[in-house]
């Protein structure tokens, strides 16, 4: 094969100087091991092993259908898993229950199509768990909220309904409603791929200033830029299994698989 | 018209559309909570309490409910012993209440499950995943959202069951129905004004109803 990189001059162009490439850190926070998942006859997860340090970045990325999506959702358990074990922060997850929602609690999630309470406002959307599940004053949930979307940049947004702010807004109070919960992790599941060009830039700026500040995070993305500026590794998935899982510098310049090489030059046409 | 002038009669009228009235409240606020609590059981991740809900729809939705009623009467009164009231009167009532309110609860699952599948399953999944409990996440954050779907099927539901209030009359309780059978019999030159005084009556209740569950439903659409 010809040499990696070679015939994709933007992506050397776009190569990042100072990257976090090798500040893992300390122990496992999330753990899954041999995890296999079918959907009827479709094998979704096959095997799947992989260890998130405390404070990583781990960048998801494959093509259309191969998992990626499934993966993010048995760390929270909204899918259950066939076989294999997931370990959160040193217990494994727990079956349907209280154990369940306080786990949860603790692991925040980012979706696509944001799902923001449509019936609340945004600062409700954000009060919402820490006064139901945390049973914080809510007073305290209040002040901490307005705090919360106040860091994500849509304080003057707070007392409106969701439909009323546009999509990078949306995702933003998305993320602030999960940072209420004071999550030990945070995994996004394709958080810009809803959104309109112009609005992704504040979206990730978001993410960036996230991952800086230390959280555990795993991110289900196509924006390469975030994956080499932001991510302690990249992981490429296909068909279900983890094929590739290596530093995002290593991964771009060097994809050892077939299926990676050729995944990286289709969305690079583009 | 000369059979309501008899006061006799104008009080087996009053007091057979008053039994209606209140085995529909009755049956209406038992069925209510029945309902909600059997679509909750359908649309819960425990697969015995999803069974069971949707074993009791199965089988109160298609057993005709003259059959339910005289099962409560003889079945559970006559054979089983199963006394709700010394009253006579009220025993009847009350075996009716109980027929009408399992057959209807099976019509308000159906209806408030129905209303539930109308919410994008992702604001479900968005409260789950902040830890919300089965529970929370229905009361806090389905059902509110699925109001305006359900409140317009559960008017025709609640439509239904003050109509099929008249067949308590088969076991003994002198409702609406009833009364019009007794009036036709003794006043047969004054069949068809009877008929409609009673129609009319049922109408004058029902039109209402109607119109008040659209303007309801209207009154609580969600934006989105
Ligand atoms: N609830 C489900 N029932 C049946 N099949 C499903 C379900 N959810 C996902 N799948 C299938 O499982 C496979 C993996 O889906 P997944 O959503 O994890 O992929 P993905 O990598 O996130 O894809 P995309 O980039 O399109 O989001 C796909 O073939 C999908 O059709
Ligand atoms: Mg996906």
Redesign the interface.
């Known amino acids: 094969m010809a040499q990696p990189g070679v015939d994709r001059p933007r992506f050397r162009d776009e190569r990042p100087t100072g990257t976090v490439d090798d500040v893992t850190t300390g122990e496992p926070l999330i753990v899954l091991d041999g995890v296999n998942k079918y959907f009827g006859p479709l094998h979704v997860l096959d095997d799947v092993s992989l260890s998130v340090g405390k404070g990583e970045v781990v960048v998801v990325i494959g093509p259309s259908g191969s998992g990626k999506s499934t993966l993010c959702r048995t760390i929270?358990r909204?899918e259950p898993i066939d076989s294999g074990t997931i370990t959160f922060d040193g217990t494994p997850l727990p079956a349907?229950g209280?154990a369940l929602?306080?786990?949860?609690?603790?692991?925040?999630?980012v979706?696509q199509?944001f799902?923001?309470?449509?019936?609340k406002t945004i600062l409700e959307n954000v009060t919402?768990?820490p006064v139901?599940?945390r049973k914080e004053k809510p007073a305290a949930a209040r002040e901490r909220g307005l705090a919360l979307l106040d860091r994500v940049g849509i304080a003057n947004q707070a007392e409106k309904?969701?439909?009323q702010l546009s999509g990078g807004q949306q995702q933003r109070a998305?993320i602030a409603?999960?940072l209420a919960?004071q999550p030990k992790a945070m995994l996004f599941d394709e958080p810009t791929s809803a959104l309109d060009p112009e609005m992704v830039g504040e979206v990730l700026d978001v993410m960036t200033s996230l991952a800086r500040d230390g959280m555990t995070m795993v991110v289900v993305t196509h924006e390469m830029g975030f994956a080499r500026h932001a991510a302690n590794r990249v992981i490429f998935m296909a068909d279900g299994k983890l094929v590739e899982d290596a530093p995002p510098t290593e991964f771009f310049a060097n994809p050892r698989s077939e299926r990676a090489r050729d995944f990286l030059s289709k969305i690079l046409t583009h | 018209m000369h059979v309501f002038a008899d006061p006799t009669n104008l009080d087996a009228y009053l007091s057979g559309f008053l039994w209606i009235l209140k085995l529909t409240g009755a049956s209406a606020v038992i069925a209510l909570v029945l309902g909600v609590l059997l679509a909750a059981f359908r649309v819960s991740?425990?697969p015995v309490l999803r069974g069971f809900g949707a074993a009791w729809v199965n089988i109160f939705r298609n057993t005709p409910l003259t059959l339910i009623i005289f099962f409560c009467y003889f079945g559970l009164f006559s054979t089983l012993g199963l006394t709700l009231s010394d009253d006579l009167n009220l025993n009847n009532f009350w075996l009716g209440v109980v027929g009408l309110s399992v057959y209807t609860a099976a019509f308000v699952c159906e209806s408030v499950r129905s209303g539930i599948n109308t919410v994008?399953a992702?604001?479900a999944?968005?409260?789950?995943?902040?830890?919300?409990?089965f529970f929370?996440t229905l009361r806090?954050?389905v059902l509110?959202?699925a109001g305006r779907a359900v409140v317009a099927p559960l008017g025709s539901v609640l439509i239904a069951l003050c109509k099929n209030a008249t067949i308590v009359g088969t076991i003994g309780l002198i409702e609406a129905s009833s009364v019009m059978k007794q009036l036709i019999n003794d006043n047969g030159d004054a069949v068809i004004p009877i008929f409609l005084v009673f129609a009319g009556t049922f109408a004058a209740i029902l039109v209402p109803t109607g119109y008040f569950f659209g303007w309801l439903a209207n009154r609580l659409a969600?934006?989105?």
């Open positions: 929270n909204l349907e209280k929602a306080k786990l949860r609690s603790e692991v925040g999630m979706f199509s799902n923001l309470f449509a019936h919402l768990g139901k599940v309904y969701p439909a998305a409603r999960a919960m | 991740p425990v994008p992702g604001q999944e968005a409260a789950r995943a902040i830890g919300l409990t929370q806090i954050v509110p959202q969600v934006k989105r």
